[in-house]
């Protein structure tokens, strides 16, 4: 069973899926470069892929996939697409032209993709997958698709691995830029303006094109040759490729330690509990200490114990022993937080509330309606308070009610009716 995070999909900052790890690299062989591109739900191993894509010099790929769930608002903005749901049927819509557009369910659009790799691959040894991220989600994401639908032993012959973009360029372009994103190496590097980042079939291209002109320009210094690439099979341009391609081996072992991980981490979440149903930084806040403990190989037992035997002095000792990559300021809140956890004679630390976290909300709070009891009619034209006092040999009844007016049958707390009886004892 895939272990995942339960965190928001939306929380777009909250980290990689997948732990930033150096590609192992490949050996140089007779393969084939193929730009590769996805849009999805969200980034963790189970979310869905909305949109894959491929290119090559000859030819290309592309297909939306129906998910099974709704994108979220920033993932639907991110790519301009969104799900209609209707009594019937779903559909998938582009929000830039009003379309509707054709989609496949995921076991067909990942079987006609594995089938397009075949193709392409022709005679070469393997095919090597292209991407673009910051922070690498997407190889990890697509080979859980393919496990699910039975496609990974057949892809896994295919594939040979998966190369990612933004360290070529921030390796190749490191003295001349500072930012390496995607739509900033298009404008420096191939002179396009108008690249669409929000459509997975231009971005497959752009990377591919990056790759390309970066193993040219080092022909060109290297040898003065002025042939272009164009088949993407050619030796600089895979030479280049192989030492920044992690193999589909090693991407599974990533994804298994990721999983322990996570499985690591989802131990916190009494813990956090709290945090992760309030606002969505508070949601980001409490996943990026949640992690801080996961990475530093801390559960919620050893923290138990270590409160049990040290109470808050334990707590603090392991946190800064064995947390050595952590600001001073989350070593002190992770401290106060676990602390009033743990003692039942604290309070627990609260999120602060949505409403000041809101920042379209600056006014005042709105007010808050208790319950009110309705009490009988007013009697009377006075505005002022009235005062009626009914004796008998028994009793004694005192009542204030307040007058308007109007006839009201709900008045507020302060004019609620207020009785008083007094028995006289023997």
Not at 251 to 261: A, T, Y
Not at 325 to 346: S, T
């Amino acid at each position: 069973m895939v272990q995942h995070d339960t965190s928001s999909s939306s929380d777009e900052n909250t980290g990689p899926n997948i732990p930033d790890i150096p590609a192992k690299g490949i050996s140089t062989g007779k393969f084939r470069l193929v730009g590769w591109a996805v849009d999805t739900t969200g980034r963790r191993l189970i979310d869905e892929i909305v949109q894959i894509a491929g290119y090559t010099p000859n030819d290309t790929f592309s297909q939306y996939i129906m998910p099974f769930s709704d994108l979220s608002p920033f993932y639907s903005r991110k790519h301009n697409i969104r799900v209609f749901n209707t009594i019937r049927y779903r559909r998938l819509k582009d929000m830039r032209t009003g379309q509707f557009l054709k989609t496949k369910s995921e076991i067909s659009a990942l079987t006609d993709f594995v089938q397009w790799l075949e193709k392409v691959k022709g005679d070469a040894e393997g095919v090597i997958l292209i991407f673009y991220e910051l922070k690498k989600s997407v190889p990890g994401m697509l080979l859980e698709a393919l496990r699910r639908n039975n496609l990974l032993e057949r892809f896994e012959k295919i594939c040979k691995g998966f190369a990612n973009g933004y360290s070529i360029a921030k390796t190749k372009c490191q003295s001349s830029t500072k930012t390496h994103n995607l739509k900033v190496m298009v404008q420096i590097l191939l002179g396009r303006e108008n690249i669409d980042s929000a459509n997975a079939n231009d971005r497959a291209s752009a990377v591919y094109d990056i790759a390309v002109h970066l193993a040219q320009g080092e022909r060109e210094e290297i040898e003065g040759s002025t042939n272009k690439i164009t088949t993407g099979t050619e030796p600089d341009l895979i030479e280049m490729v192989c030492p920044y391609t992690n193999p589909i081996s090693a991407e599974e072992e990533e994804i298994e330690g990721f999983k322990v991980l996570l499985q690591r981490q989802n131990t916190f979440r009494p813990v956090f509990r709290d945090f992760l149903r309030a606002s969505a930084s508070e949601r980001q806040h409490a996943s990026r200490l949640r992690r801080l403990l996961a990475m530093n190989n801390i559960n919620y037992d050893k923290l138990k114990e270590a409160y049990e035997q040290g109470a808050k002095d334990g707590l603090d000792k392991i946190l800064k022993e064995e947390i050595a990559n952590a600001k001073e300021e989350d070593l002190n809140e992770l401290l106060d937080i676990l602390d009033r956890y743990f003692d039942p004679d604290k309070q627990p630390v609260k999120p602060k509330t949505p409403w000041r976290n809101n920042k379209y909300n600056r006014g005042p709070r709105p007010r808050s309606f208790g319950n009110r009891r309705s009490n009988s009619r007013s009697k009377g034209n006075s505005d002022s308070k009235g005062e009626e006092c009914v004796t008998d040999n028994n009793t004694s009844t005192e009542i204030n009610t307040s007058t308007d007016n109007t006839a009201s049958t709900e008045t507020s707390p302060r004019s609620e009716e207020k009785v008083k009886v007094e028995v006289p004892t023997d």
